[in-house]
């Protein structure tokens, strides 16, 4: 019995080995704390300032029709907050353009 234990541990270690090697992604599987974290702060923010950025545009656009604000205002506002929500796809688009 102790013949067969000692020779079956190291291919159960090879196999594993090889697993690891072969197969990257269970390998990583974990996710930096730090990670989930700014994606979380990420969600939350962007689930807070939806709200806000509606409200922001119809008001923008209100006093632009106005004439209390000047439309460079209001349009500079509606590509910032295009900007801002659309900065995760921005940075995937540049990354993709340089192949990082």
Known sequence: ME?????WRP???A?????AL???QFAL??????LT????????????LTP??????????????ANRI???WAIGAVIGIAIAFGAPQIVTWVRGMFGV
Do not use: K
């Open 22 to 24: 072969l197969l990257p």
């Open 3 to 7: 013949g067969i234990l000692s020779n």
């Open 52 to 65: 806000v950025a509606i409200i922001l545009i119809m008001v923008l656009g209100g006093m632009a029709m």
């Open 29 to 34: 599987a974990q996710a930096s704390p730090f």
């Open 37 to 48: 974290g700014a994606n979380s702060i990420q969600t939350n923010i962007l689930a807070w």
């Open 15 to 19: 196999i594993a080995l090889a697993a």
């Open 11 to 13: 291919t159960v270690r």
């Open 70 to 72: 000047s439309w460079g």
